[in-house]
Every structure is written in C-alpha cells, then in structure tokens.
C-alpha cells in the first residue's frame, strides 16, 4: 500500500521552504520478497495509431529468423538493392567528417543538394528547375508526411489506384485521412485512369514504375491524370522514387506535365542508399514556405551525413557506378521472367522499371500470406504476399525482387522450381 502525506515546512527567519511530501510503501500485503504490487492501467493509444503492419517487414524477421537458426535463405521479398551506397558518396562522407563536425543543415537541406538534384531533372527531364523548389527529406517516408500535411485536412479522402505501395495507406490513417482505393486492371497496366477520379477526392497519388506492379505511364497517360486532376481540383502527388530503374524506354516525371503538383524521389533505389534514409520533393514555388514551416517543426533538418553522401552518389564517378547497378537489374529482371514461367508463375504485370515481379498465383493459393511462408520455409526463398498491396485481390498474388546480385536470383529461381515442381 502506498500512503503519502505532506508535511509542513519549517520556518527559519525569512527563508521558506517548499512543501515536501513523504510518501511510505506499506509491504505488508505483499512481503517483502515479492516487493509492492501496484496496478497499472495500460496507457491509451489514439485510433489513429491502429494501422496495419507493413507485411514485408514481418517477412523480413521471419526470414533473419531462419537466416539465424542456421539456414541460407534467397531474399526476394524486399525493395532494397543488393549493392551499398557507391564509392564516391562514402569517400565524400569520409572527407567532410575529417573537415569538420556535421550539424545541422537548413531545415529544406544543403543548397549544394539541392541544386545537385536541380540538375538531375534537366539531365533526365530536360526541365530547367529551380533548386528553392527542391526540399530534401528524410527519406521518401519523411516526404510523404510533410506533403499530406501539407496539402490535406482532417477527413480528407486520397485516391490510390491498388495494388500499391501500402504506407500510403497507412500514413494518410496516421494522419485523420482517408484512403479510397480502387481497383486496377491489366487493361490500365494497373495504373490509375482518369475515370478512377470521384468529385469527393482532395487528392490522388500516382506511381510510375510502380511498386509492386513496374508499370509506367507514358507520357500520354500521365497527362491525361494530370489535367484531370486539374480540372476536378484534386491535388496530384507523383511518386517517382523509381526513376532511373527502367528498362523498355523513359520514365516520364509528372514535372514535365505540370508545375503545379508534387513530385517524391527518394535515394533509396536507383542510388542505392536505403538505410541513410534520404529523399526529396519538388513542390510548386507558393508551397516552399509551407513545406518549410513543417520541416522546420517537424524534422529540424534531413540527416546531414546523408546529405554529404547523397552530394558523391551524385558525382559522376558515383552516377557511372550505379548505372552499372542497373545494367545488373536489367539481367535479373530478364532472368526473373523466364525463371518464374518454369516455376508457374506465368502471368505477370508488366515489368517496366523498379526491380519486381508481381504475379497472378490465383493457380496456385487463395492464401498468398500462408504461401509465402510455405515457400520460405520450404524452399529457402523469401517472397512478399500481395495483401501487403491489395487488401481486395492480393490473397492470390505475390512480388518478387530482383534487386539482389545475379547469382542469388540464379540460386533462389532454382529453388522456387524445384519447390513448385514437387507442391
């Protein structure tokens, strides 16, 4: 039992004493070996908290879990590049944490930065583009949440066209917001079309390469959702985090359509750097104060070590690396292809940039969560279910990666042939 009382202070000339309070543990109920019992009431959580897990990183620790009894297990189940960070933007890290201590950087992230990722636009785009329009981020994810901030109220209701990257979902429920999916088809290359739009959509969020499917939009395509959203004054934000990993012509930037929307990227993928958590945003001019308010108040600043890396990785010598990257991925993704038609996987979306397949196995299981753990435990290759992208559809589909080094993508085909073959 605790009791507590408050005891009287001591007056001693002009000086006073605050109140002191004595509090006693009665141990009695308890003895003493056992020490007090007190009853604790579980604090509360907001219902906005109650979001679903992102699935492939449960995978993920079922896969380290195997990878730690001992067995060897093929990872394809993951967006993360085989490869590190390239050589220049280590040795620019290296460099500058000689020089000096790395503190904080302006809360939109180094000029130089941003002027680096400036001109990457004209490189790619040829679109001349002002670095004050360039906040760097931390990560994609930071990029998500200062522009959903941004740009949407409590309650509002953002499109996705499913199957689709899930933490959008997730973070827009974090957020007050209200995710409405819709459902994509092999006609649309499962990308969203103008007549996915409804009146009552404050947003719409577009991918190309998408994840999990690879499809692009041409430029066609992308200038039909942009003028629609226009028209309908919905808020279109492009995630582009792909860009740079594609195999069968241009990724198309929403940019070269439009000022007047918001464009994600991120250093993960096509640079190669997924843990030093770095992305950016272009955002229209009258938002750059916005953005950078919440930036501000949010983040203080991106990681500054990753932004000096991110300044080597955009060096030639770090560009001439990874477009080798590339050059790797494109030969997975061939072998992936041919690979997963042996093993049964025959209809697929069309794979044109990212490093996934994301395949129909209707054929095969109506349970694609208790297939990929069958297919991890008993084929040592970790595969993603599609429910992680497709709350409707994705109990019989599956995304695999090709991001890994050849010689695991050889290796973990194998397997997936010899397992399907004897299922």
């Given at each position: 039992m605790l009791a507590c009382d408050v005891v009287a202070p001591a007056i001693t000339g002009k000086?006073?004493?605050?109140?002191?309070?004595?509090?006693?543990?009665?141990?009695?109920?308890?003895?003493?070996?056992?020490?007090?019992?007190?009853?604790?009431?579980?604090?509360?959580?907001?219902?906005?908290s109650e979001v679903d897990p992102f699935i492939v990183m449960d995978v993920m620790e079922a896969a380290r879990a195997a990878e730690a009894a001992g067995r060897h297990i093929i990872h394809m189940e993951v967006g993360q590049p085989g490869t590190g960070a390239p050589e220049a933007a280590r040795a620019r890290?290296?460099?500058?944490?000689?020089?000096?201590?790395?503190?904080?950087?302006?809360?939109?992230?180094r000029p130089d930065l941003r002027a680096g990722i400036a001109a990457l636009y004209d490189e790619w785009y040829g679109i001349d583009l002002d670095p004050a329009r360039v906040v760097v981020t931390a990560g994609a994810s930071g990029a998500f949440?200062?522009?959903?901030?941004?740009?949407?109220?409590?309650?509002?209701?953002?499109?996705?066209?499913?199957?689709?990257?899930?933490?959008?979902?997730?973070?827009?429920?974090?957020?007050?917001?209200?995710?409405?999916?819709?459902?994509?088809?092999?006609?649309?290359?499962?990308?969203?079309?103008?007549?996915?739009?409804?009146?009552?959509?404050?947003?719409?969020?577009?991918?190309?390469?998408?994840?999990?499917?690879?499809t692009m939009l041409d430029r066609a395509a992308m200038a039909g959702l942009v003028e629609a959203c226009t028209a309908r004054d919905i808020s279109l934000i492009s995630d582009e985090i792909y860009h740079g990993l594609q195999y069968d012509g241009p990724a198309v930037s929403a940019l070269e359509i439009s000022d007047d929307l918001y464009i994600v990227n991120s250093f993960s993928k096509y640079f190669s750097m997924t843990g030093w958590r770095l992305g950016w945003m272009v955002v229209p001019e009258a938002h750059i104060r916005v953005i950078e308010r919440l930036?501000?108040?949010?983040?203080?600043?991106?990681?500054?070590?990753?932004?000096?890396?991110?300044?080597?990785?955009?060096?030639?010598?770090?560009?001439a690396e990874l477009d080798g990257h590339r050059e790797t991925y494109a030969a997975n993704r061939a072998l992936m292809l041919a690979g997963l038609a042996r093993a049964g996987f025959d209809k697929v979306a069309p794979a044109d940039g990212a490093f996934y397949i994301y395949a129909d196995a209707s054929d095969h299981t109506d349970d694609s969560l208790a297939f990929a753990a069958e297919i991890l435990e008993k084929a040592g290759v970790s595969v993603t279910p599609g429910l992680d992208f497709d709350p409707v559809r994705g109990h019989t589909t599956l995304r695999f990666s090709y991001a890994r080094a050849t010689a695991d993508i050889e290796e973990g085909l194998l397997r997936l042939q010899r397992f399907m073959a004897t299922r």
């Open positions: 000086q006073t004493r605050k109140p002191r309070a004595i509090c006693v543990i009665d141990l009695s109920f308890t003895g003493w070996f056992m020490g007090p019992q007190v009853k604790e009431k579980a604090m509360r959580v907001s219902r906005r890290l290296a460099a500058e944490m000689e020089a000096g201590p790395l503190g904080y950087t302006v809360a939109l992230g949440l200062l522009a959903f901030t941004a740009l949407f109220d409590a309650g509002d209701k953002v499109g996705l066209g499913e199957p689709c990257y899930p933490s959008y979902r997730q973070i827009l429920r974090a957020l007050s917001l209200e995710p409405v999916g819709f459902q994509t088809n092999e006609a649309t290359r499962f990308q969203p079309v103008p007549g996915n739009l409804r009146d009552d959509m404050a947003g719409l969020i577009v991918a190309s390469p998408a994840n999990p499917s690879g930036a501000q108040n949010m983040f203080i600043c991106p990681p500054h070590a990753a932004q000096v890396a991110a300044l080597g990785a955009l060096s030639p010598e770090g560009r």
